[in-house]
């Protein structure tokens, strides 16, 4: 199966697909910018940010809530995840260290939790 690339945005790119290891890379940050319930076609999709709050911010909550959001693709091996919060900006990083196919990848995600 061909998929379409995103470009940084999220917008889609028609003059190119991707590779089987870039499609998992779009599929993690896809989970990872979806909220929790946002998408209607499947409510189970995505990243519960409730603890990426502010008010709410603690690291190893952050941390194990994209672990576990991350889990909903059997493609990938989370190895590890560092959340890097910017309370002005209402952002967080988040750093990942995976094993996709069992080939060691990282990537960060930029989350807009305001």
Do not use: C, W
């Given at each position: ?15 190119s697909v ?10 993690i940050?896809?989970?990872?910018e979806?909220?929790?319930g ?14 990426l ?10 941390s ?51």
């Amino acid at each position: 199966m061909r998929d379409i690339r995103l470009d940084d945005t999220g917008g889609l790119n028609f003059k190119s697909v991707v590779t089987q290891s870039e499609e998992v890379m779009q599929s993690i940050r896809i989970i990872l910018e979806t909220k929790l319930g946002e998408f209607i076609g499947d409510p189970e999709l995505g990243l519960d940010r409730t603890d990426l709050m502010e008010k709410n911010f603690d690291a190893r909550y952050a941390s194990q809530s994209i672990h576990d959001a991350l889990g909903q693709d059997n493609r990938v091996e989370v190895i590890s995840v560092d959340v890097i919060p910017d309370f002005y900006r209402r952002t967080a990083t988040a750093q990942l260290a995976l094993a996709v196919d069992g080939e060691a990848k990282e990537t960060e995600v930029q989350l807009n939790v305001g």
